[in-house]
């Protein structure tokens, strides 16, 4: 079980995440975490900005990390969090409130924050690959061409829009498809294999899904 009766939890969530619906969640979070961990000494830190979340991640001193937020929160989280020695590095889980929520799949987490939370109490602590690419690392997905691109544009039109979550990203995406669909040429690698590709979308998976499923 993870974590034992007497650990030291600490849940970052991010209030923005999911459209304002990590903020919804945030004063649930530490009375759920007592209910299934009546023994356990409990801090809930609401993150303000993605190097708020770098240095948590470089500095938190847990037995259990708990990520409230979206596949973004926990990417930004991972990236000082694994370069912290081994003996050093608490334990990582994922509480889903974002509008993706792939890599909760990936980990077989409720969908539902409340019901994730409760299922910490059933998880069994399990070794995961990450990947790493120049010197950012990925624990999902790691892709190129028109879904980068769209991502991109999202960020673009977040700073002009009031929107935010699926109709944001909506908008972003048929914005690209109309301006910048282009393929990209690629010599590509696996193993001993070596192989030329034109795409659209080239995606390096470390788990079943991505785009929100």
């Given at each position: 079980?993870?974590?034992?009766?007497h650990?030291q939890?600490?849940?970052?969530?991010?209030?923005?995440a999911?459209s304002?619906?990590g903020?919804?969640?945030?004063p649930?979070?530490?009375?759920?975490?007592?209910?299934?961990?009546?023994?356990?000494?409990?801090?809930?830190?609401a993150t303000?900005s993605?190097?708020?979340?770098?240095?948590?991640?470089?500095?938190?001193?847990?037995?259990?990390?708990?990520?409230?937020?979206?596949?973004?929160?926990?990417?930004d989280?991972?990236?000082?969090?694994?370069?912290?020695?081994a003996?050093?590095?608490p334990?990582?889980a994922?509480?889903?409130?974002g509008?993706?929520?792939?890599?909760?799949?990936t980990?077989?987490m409720?969908?539902?924050?409340?019901?994730?939370l409760h299922a910490?109490?059933?998880c069994?602590?399990?070794?995961v690959?990450?990947?790493?690419v120049?010197?950012?690392?990925?624990?999902e997905?790691?892709?190129f061409?028109?879904?980068a691109?769209v991502?991109?544009?999202?960020?673009?039109?977040?700073?002009t829009?009031?929107?935010?979550?699926?109709?944001?990203?909506?908008?972003a995406?048929?914005?690209?498809?109309?301006?910048?669909?282009?393929?990209?040429?690629?010599?590509?690698?696996?193993?001993e294999?070596?192989?030329?590709?034109?795409?659209?979308i080239?995606?390096?998976?470390?788990g079943?899904?991505?785009g929100?499923?």
């Amino acid at each position: 079980m993870v974590p034992n009766a007497h650990s030291q939890i600490s849940a970052l969530v991010n209030p923005a995440a999911g459209s304002g619906r990590g903020a919804r969640v945030l004063p649930l979070v530490k009375a759920a975490l007592k209910a299934s961990f009546p023994a356990a000494e409990i801090q809930v830190i609401a993150t303000q900005s993605r190097e708020h979340i770098f240095e948590l991640g470089r500095s938190v001193k847990a037995d259990l990390l708990l990520c409230v937020g979206g596949d973004g929160s926990v990417h930004d989280l991972a990236q000082t969090l694994i370069s912290r020695p081994a003996s050093q590095r608490p334990a990582l889980a994922f509480i889903p409130v974002g509008s993706g929520n792939d890599y909760a799949r990936t980990l077989g987490m409720p969908l539902e924050p409340l019901a994730a939370l409760h299922a910490l109490r059933d998880c069994q602590l399990v070794q995961v690959d990450v990947g790493k690419v120049n010197d950012r690392y990925f624990l999902e997905t790691l892709s190129f061409g028109a879904d980068a691109a769209v991502a991109l544009k999202t960020e673009e039109m977040r700073l002009t829009s009031k929107e935010r979550g699926t109709r944001l990203y909506t908008r972003a995406a048929i914005n690209t498809i109309i301006h910048d669909l282009v393929q990209h040429k690629a010599h590509c690698r696996i193993g001993e294999q070596s192989f030329e590709c034109e795409f659209l979308i080239f995606a390096v998976q470390n788990g079943p899904t991505y785009g929100s499923g």
